[in-house]
């Protein structure tokens, strides 16, 4: 089944937010590899940021071919203000115990996200999902097994992380009232809503970590439930006018001269930023 060029924008802003997230998620695990405290975390952390990835130029590839793009220009043609990457992995890690929480949170979120395509009428996406899923499960039973391990001090400051870091996962989810109208979700496109995966997270995440940071259910709850403050931008899901920050871009995308001497020539200029939302194709009178 192919998608409705009415329901086709939603579908690539979804997208979207899955894969720009997995992308600077993957850029996390890249920094942190040399900081791993034995080669088993090195290693670990090198194979969960080849699968993240390798997710993102997956989605990134399909997406090209649905858009009629040249190869790379979602990867390459965008600025950091174009992206729709989870707002919290704009801000980097203060600690060891803030890293666990926040990639925890974030795998599980991605996951669920993604799951809600788990029955797609779409069948490149349905068999993205089964095949991405496998990888994420041991994403996250790794970063679990961290969390079990922390000593006090990391515990301490993985209670201070989920009280800032907790709130903005859950916020990705939006509203009930969103989920409710997703077109999306009304053409089979998406099979499961996403404020079912909103519960989800919620369910997931409680389990774990109240375990390990010795707080209750209730506690974590009203954690997350906390708002955000400021303009909500529902097509990139983070707040409006909000970006990746230029030092995690640069890390990203790199544009000193050196650098991109080195890197393959592509086929395509992307002198021509590109313009993914005002097409002709999605005019609503078509």
Known sequence: MRISEYAKKDFIAEMLCIADTD???????????????????????????????????AMFR????????????????REREQLH??????????????????????EIAVWRMLNTFKDSTVDDTKGMVKHF???LYFHRIGL??????????????????VVRR??????????????????????????????????????????????????????????????????????RRRTAGSAVPETLWEFMIPTDPDTVALRRPLAVSIDDNLDLFDRPEYAEDD
């Open 23 to 57: 992308w600077v998620l993957g850029h996390w695990y890249i920094k942190v590899m040399l900081n791993g405290r034995s080669l088993t975390d090195c290693t670990a952390f090198a194979g969960m940021a080849q699968d993240t990835l390798g997710h993102t130029r």
């Open 62 to 77: 399909y997406l090209e071919e649905e858009l009629d793009l040249p190869e790379h220009q979602l990867e390459f043609a």
């Open 85 to 106: 990457d989870m707002q919290m992995l704009s801000e980097p890690p203060e600690n060891w115990g803030d890293f666990l929480v926040s990639t925890f949170l974030a």
């Open 133 to 135: 899923g496998k990888e």
């Open 144 to 161: 679990e097994g961290w969390l079990k391990a922390a000593d006090e001090e990391e515990r301490d400051n993985m209670r201070e992380a």
């Open 166 to 235: 907790a709130p903005q996962v859950l916020a990705w989810f939006d509203s009930k009232e969103r989920s409710v109208t997703d077109v999306l979700l009304q053409e089979g496109v998406r099979s499961n809503s996403v404020w079912d995966a909103r519960l989800g997270f919620i369910e997931d995440s409680l389990g774990k970590l109240t375990a390990a940071l010795g707080m209750s259910d209730d506690e974590l709850t009203a954690i997350m439930e906390r708002g955000l403050e400021g303009d909500w931008d529902p097509i």
